[in-house]
């Protein structure tokens, strides 16, 4: 049986959506980080149903067999997406799920997609200004191998954190990913699928699906001015690459967390993606 990923759908209260977005979250985090947003986007645009889903190995999504590869995830969106009565048409993607969002359009999206979004995911190969964050993917990861499972409490894992060297919030925020189990508290992710992830991430070169939209796409990247993940070399493609069917985005006071450092700004540039984007009656 085909993996299908777990996802919440978010639709505005008395709304009749009649088109249906996808927004797919980062590498250790899940549908439900989004939701907030999600509920704000809907409430200004009823049309619309936005669907975030648990990627593979994320959340509530578990037991997809590998490989577990950005294209794996992209399929996985495929098979969720044709349980609406509405196809998705737009997609939008952060971190991690910027190149799933890429990999869906070009793989998946067929005539039904119009736009596809990646926020704060550079479309290239390796990790790029990433390596030089404290609190890089490639720092987490190495934090998380070293804390000795279970913990008895959750403020025990922000403390080992701390310990180790990441930030606050950061810390805060791998309590998300805690669940119970006896003597405490486990990881429900597999670390070895989410490393197998991230590997394969590195390696994904998506910037043909930006340089050269498929037919009927609009893409667009936006970039966080503080802290982000682009390097000069990724912005300065992403500067290459605008043109009528590319935009590109910069959010100056934000970091990576795009939705929680600049929401409005980011919910007013996501607001007129899908009011452009909404079939006519």
Not at 19 to 34: E, K, Y
Not at 47 to 76: F, I, M, Q
Not at 207 to 218: D, I, K, Q, S, T
Request: charged residues 25%; hydrophobic residues 45%; glycine residues 12%.
């Amino acid at each position: 049986m085909e993996f299908e990923p777990e996802f919440i759908e978010v639709v505005a209260p008395g709304g009749r959506p009649r088109a249906t977005a996808m927004l797919v979250h980062g590498i250790l985090g899940s549908g439900a980080n989004w939701r907030s947003f999600a509920r704000k986007l809907v409430a200004a645009h009823p049309e619309w149903r936005v669907v975030l889903p648990d990627l593979r190995n994320h959340g509530r999504s578990r037991g997809a067999l590998p490989p577990h590869t950005v294209a794996a995830c992209a399929a996985d969106l495929a098979r969720l997406g044709r349980r609406f009565d509405v196809a998705p048409s737009v997609c939008i993607g952060h971190s991690y799920g910027g190149k799933v969002a890429l990999a869906w359009a070009r793989d998946h999206g067929g005539d039904h997609a119009r736009e596809v979004w990646a926020l704060d995911s550079p479309p290239g190969t390796g990790r790029g200004a990433d390596e030089s964050s404290a609190d890089g993917v490639g720092r987490v990861l190495e934090a998380l191998r070293r804390v000795r499972m279970p913990v008895a409490r959750r403020e025990d894992l922000v403390a080992a954190l701390d310990e180790l060297g990441l930030s606050a919030a950061v810390a805060q925020w791998m309590t998300t990913n805690l669940e119970a189990a006896p003597g405490g508290y486990r990881w429900r992710f597999d670390i070895d699928a989410i490393e197998a992830m991230v590997d394969e991430y590195l390696r994904a070169d998506l910037w043909p699906v930006v340089e050269a939209p498929p037919v009927g796409l609009r893409v667009g990247l936006v970039i966080a001015g503080r802290g982000g993940r682009y390097d000069r070399a990724e912005r300065l493609r992403a500067e290459r690459a605008r043109g009528p069917r590319v935009e590109v985005h910069e959010l100056p006071g934000s970091g990576h967390w795009v939705h929680v450092d600049a929401p409005g700004p980011l919910a007013a540039l996501l607001g007129d993606v899908l009011a452009r984007s909404l079939p006519a009656d």
